[in-house]
T-cell receptor
Framework: DAKTTQPNSMESNEEEPVHLPCNHS???????IHWYRQLPSQGPEYVIH???SNVNNRMASLAIAEDRKSSTLILHRATLRDAAVYYC??????????FGTGTSLTVIP | NAGVTQTPKFQVLKTGQSMTLQCAQD?????MYWYRQDPGMGLRLIYY???????DKGEVPNGYNVSRLNKREFSLRLESAAPSQTSVYFC???????????????FGDGTRLSIL
């Protein structure tokens, strides 16, 4: 099964953009790329997902490399409430999710 | 809206005891999932139910059984709890299962289970 690789931790200053990278070099043609985030003592929360094209929503943007072997989650202006663990996930045709260990984002006031 | 509700929120068991974790969703979703999360790790899929009446194994099914009671409810049972099953358990649901595999999953807040 395809796996994802993310940095263990990142820091960002409040109100600055944040680029969270993810490598998924073994992605198959039908795998979707999902991003979720998890606050302490809560379940994961959906952020964004995509297949081939870049995607935007009210929370974030998702930039997908042309070869689909990597992607970047972009938070346009980090707030303190964005401090969380961010997971880059691949889903197969059965909609089964394969979580990695995620990136712990610290937002500095 | 309640979304995905898990009960109980916390539980302590002794080795060998049995336990059923309950999950219910009120979003009329077809697919439901059970995950476990160990400290410092991402979630791992235990079992899933693509639709009412069907269940399938995920990555780590050993030591667990599931029941899709109806469209709303999906329970996870530990028949003989072991310390290695100490974890946080999350239930999730999604509107549809593949082939599109583009459906977000909605998660509950978890059940924290300790086995002594």
């Amino acid at each position: 099964d395809a796996k994802t690789t993310q940095p263990n931790s990142m820091e960002s200053n409040e109100e600055e953009p944040v680029h969270l990278p993810c490598n998924h070099s073994t992605i198959s043609g039908t795998d979707y790329i999902h991003w979720y985030r998890q606050l302490p003592s809560q379940g994961p929360e959906y952020v964004i997902h995509g297949l081939t094209s870049n995607v935007n929503n009210r929370m974030a943007s998702l930039a997908i490399a042309e070869d689909r072997k990597s992607s970047t989650l972009i938070l346009h202006r980090a707030t303190l409430r964005d401090a969380a663990v961010y997971y880059c996930i691949l889903s197969n045709t059965g909609n089964q999710f394969y979580f990695g260990t995620g990136t712990s984002l610290t937002v500095i006031p | 809206n309640a979304g995905v509700t898990q009960t109980p929120k916390f539980q302590v068991l002794k080795t060998g005891q049995s336990m059923t974790l309950q999950c219910a969703q009120d979003m009329n979703h077809n697919s439901m999932y059970w995950y476990r999360q160990d400290p410092g790790m991402g979630l791992r899929l235990i079992y899933y139910s693509a639709s009412e009446g069907t269940t399938d194994k995920g990555e780590v099914p050993n030591g667990y059984n599931v029941s899709r009671l109806n469209k709303r409810e999906f329970s996870l049972r530990l028949e003989s709890a072991a310390p290695s099953q100490t974890s946080v358990y999350f239930c999730a649901s999604s509107l549809l299962r593949g082939p599109g595999s583009n459906q977000p999953q909605h998660f509950g807040d978890g059940t924290r289970l300790s086995i002594l």
